[in-house]
């Protein structure tokens, strides 16, 4: 558990920490020569349960607000002190309001140097302080009033510490195993003989020695040499503990203060973020759209502008979802804590916690919007995707959404089971049912505007039906639909069972006889003309024959009157993946015409054909290979 003090200057909190523990945490020369915190201190104290308290002593200047912010962020347990003598003083309201918005309820307020006043002054600096507790998330803590120069109150104040650590632990260690490492890095040095050292509390999820590392905002990475946490050294670090962690593969100058130190699998980092924002009771006026402000995340802090979604203004005391657009990326997932102080950093204005990391730039006040970040509301990761994809049209990306959560890994187990899954993509039951039903319904109309035709493919029944749907999910809908008997897949071509383009007797014939040629023909493909003169057939009947074989999905039509059979494309399509394997997903018609032996033009009407059906993408004079894409599979 990690203990963080807070208050007015001068009212104890390094004194407090020493009596506790035993350990001086101001450690700087200005910091002995002034008699003030300057930076963070830290200690730590031993319970009988063997859950290791760290402290994290913050502090009090009106000038230093930003330091105790980036200490308060990672805290678990607040005591907010206040002198017996002076009562409460100015940071002592701006400390209350910092533990308030960042949403801490565990605590308790120290009435400090309790030996300087009388009884009766004590007893009326504790009823101060409660009304000043009064609205705020600290509004039930216990007072305590102690002497660190008598002693008096300090055993109390260390049994009740004793008693929130052993519940904390108890709590945490159902996390270990489902949350990724988060540790917001707030300091960085060499240490000699070991090397590049980071210090930081851990906000989720837990460290080994021996891990794979990132730095967050960022793309390098570490790997762990060794650890200490609760300043001893261990083979593996949880979150709730102060730790320090000795990194190989980087240097020194390569890491600052306000990063993140995360699992690979949960370094993102974000320029905008959603959030369900909570403004100060004590502020005069509402805040408004476009406010710029100081925003708090970690131990960073980065300039950024607020645009309220479900309001035009943030009455004080009010809560209001909101996007925070940042003037520079900054590590952050669910549930982390964001504080916002005005541009200038001369008072706190507001708080909350961030619901989407990967906040849209487009349509993030429409009502689709606003129900994604109401179920991103709700208490566990389960609750969550299940709301989620109840209310997400176009499905939920695991791995992202995984990401976003700081998962260790994409929550599988927590699918409701008649969700659709497909590549790591989920969608919900009802969405499903909706996109199964318009898939239908524009199935249909297609038939009857072009009956002559046998369906359109997959890739153009998904842009008339569900374009933004991605085409993974699509493949699914279409596979269920088809186990089911609604519709049929027939190679590329889409349709109702009850529908067909048959063939005549004639084109039956004239199929059949064309058919050897099209196999011989390989990849150079085979032409209508010279497939009616090689059979003694009418030319405009074979070129008739040849477009029902394609809208069939027997044939391909590459070019005007140039046919490929199924088997010959899929051939060309492997060879295609095999040269996109071989340049990071590209296929160049150069590459592709060396791996086909065909010539430059023939080889470029192929990939554009792959363009069309959705095979490849258009980049350029590129085709990317789209990894979305079922066909030819």
């Known amino acids: 558990m990690i203990v963080g003090t807070a208050g007015h200057i001068d009212h104890g909190k390094t004194t407090l920490v020493r009596a506790l523990t035993g350990v001086d945490t101001d450690r700087l020369p200005e910091e002995k020569k002034r008699g003030i915190s300057i930076e963070l201190g830290y200690a730590f104290l031993e319970p009988p349960s063997g859950a290791r308290i760290g402290f994290i002593d913050v502090p009090g200047h009106e000038r230093l607000v930003h330091t105790m912010v980036a200490g308060a962020s990672g805290i678990d347990f607040a005591l907010l002190l206040v002198a017996a003598d002076d009562g409460p003083m100015p940071q002592t309201r701006e400390h209350l309001a910092v533990l308030s918005l960042l949403g801490l309820t565990r605590g308790a307020v120290v009435i400090t140097k309790a030996d300087r006043a009388t009884p009766e002054r004590v007893q009326a600096v504790r009823e101060q302080t409660r009304a000043l507790l009064v609205g705020t998330t600290l509004e039930s803590v216990p007072v305590l009033a102690v002497s660190a120069h008598t002693g008096a109150g300090i055993d109390d104040l260390r049994a009740l510490l004793f008693v929130a650590a052993g519940a904390e632990q108890a709590s945490a260690e159902a996390e270990f195993d489902s949350k990724a490492l988060r540790l917001a890095i707030d300091r960085a040095f060499t240490l000699q003989g070991t090397g590049t050292v980071v210090t930081g509390t851990i906000h989720a999820g837990s460290v080994g020695v021996g891990d794979e590392l990132a730095i967050v905002p960022g793309t390098l990475r570490a790997r762990v040499r060794s650890l200490h946490a609760q300043n001893q050294a261990v083979a593996r670090a949880h979150a709730g503990q102060r730790c320090a962690v000795?990194?190989?593969?980087?240097?020194?100058?390569?890491?600052?203060?306000?990063?993140?130190?995360?699992?690979?699998?949960?370094?993102?980092?974000?320029?905008?973020?959603?959030?369900?924002?909570?403004?100060?009771?004590?502020?005069?006026?509402?805040?408004?759209?476009?406010?710029?402000?100081?925003?708090?995340?970690?131990?960073?802090?980065?300039?950024?502008?607020?645009?309220?979604?479900?309001?035009?203004?943030?009455?004080?005391?009010?809560?209001?979802?909101?996007?925070?657009?940042?003037?520079?990326?900054?590590?952050?997932?669910?549930?982390?804590?964001?504080?916002?102080?005005?541009?200038?950093?001369?008072?706190?204005?507001?708080?909350?916690?961030?619901?989407?990391?990967?906040?849209?730039?487009?349509?993030?006040?429409?009502?689709?919007?606003?129900?994604?970040?109401?179920?991103?509301?709700?208490?566990?990761?389960?609750?969550?995707?299940?709301?989620?994809?109840?209310?997400?049209?176009?499905?939920?990306?695991?791995?992202?959404?995984?990401?976003?959560?700081?998962?260790?890994?994409?929550?599988?187990?927590?699918?409701?089971?008649?969700?659709?899954?497909?590549?790591?993509?989920?969608?919900?039951?009802?969405?499903?049912?909706?996109?199964?039903?318009?898939?239908?319904?524009?199935?249909?109309?297609f038939h009857d505007q072009q009956p002559d035709e046998l369906g359109p493919d997959s890739a153009r029944l998904r842009r008339l039906?569900?374009?933004?749907?991605?085409?993974?999910?699509?493949?699914?809908?279409?596979?269920?639909?088809?186990?089911?008997?609604?519709?049929?897949?027939?190679?590329?071509?889409?349709?109702?069972?009850?529908?067909?383009?048959?063939?005549?007797?004639?084109?039956?014939?004239?199929?059949?006889k064309v058919a050897p040629a099209l196999v011989q023909a390989g990849f150079q493909g085979a032409w209508a003309r010279d497939l009616a003169r090689d059979a003694a057939e009418p030319e405009p009947l074979v070129r008739t024959t040849l477009a029902r074989l394609a809208r069939r999905g027997e044939l391909h039509q590459i070019v005007k009157d140039l046919y490929y059979p199924p088997d010959t494309l899929q051939r060309l399509a492997a060879l295609a993946r095999q040269v996109g394997a071989a340049h990071q997903g590209i296929v160049r018609a150069a590459d592709f015409r060396d791996a086909t032996d065909l010539g430059r033009k023939r080889a470029i009407q192929i990939l554009e054909y792959f363009d069309r059906i959705g095979f490849t993408r258009r980049i350029g004079d590129e085709h990317r290979l789209r990894t979305d894409c079922a066909l030819f599979s």
């Open 246 to 445: 000795a990194l190989a593969g980087l240097a020194r100058d390569e890491v600052t203060r306000g990063q993140w130190l995360t699992a690979p699998a949960v370094a993102l980092a974000s320029e905008r973020l959603d959030l369900r924002l909570t403004l100060w009771p004590g502020e005069a006026q509402a805040l408004r759209s476009g406010t710029r402000v100081q925003a708090h995340l970690g131990a960073a802090h980065v300039n950024a502008t607020v645009a309220l979604l479900d309001s035009d203004a943030l009455a004080p005391g009010a809560t209001a979802l909101a996007q925070l657009l940042l003037q520079a990326p900054v590590g952050a997932w669910h549930s982390e804590r964001v504080l916002l102080r005005d541009a200038a950093a001369s008072r706190t204005l507001a708080g909350g916690r961030v619901l989407d990391p990967l906040a849209p730039a487009r349509y993030r006040r429409t009502p689709q919007r606003l129900a994604e970040l109401s179920a991103l509301g709700l208490p566990s990761a389960a609750e969550r995707l299940t709301a989620l994809l109840a209310v997400a049209p176009h499905g939920v990306d695991l791995k992202r959404f995984a990401a976003a959560q700081g998962l260790a890994h994409p929550p599988d187990q927590a699918l409701p089971a008649p969700a659709l899954v497909q590549d790591g993509l989920a969608l919900g039951a009802d969405q499903a049912h909706t996109l199964a039903a318009a898939a239908l319904a524009a199935l249909q109309r």
């Open 465 to 512: 039906s569900a374009p933004r749907l991605p085409a993974p999910l699509w493949q699914g809908v279409l596979a269920r639909l088809a186990t089911e008997g609604q519709l049929v897949l027939h190679g590329a071509v889409v349709h109702l069972p009850s529908h067909g383009a048959q063939l005549s007797a004639t084109e039956a014939r004239i199929a059949q």
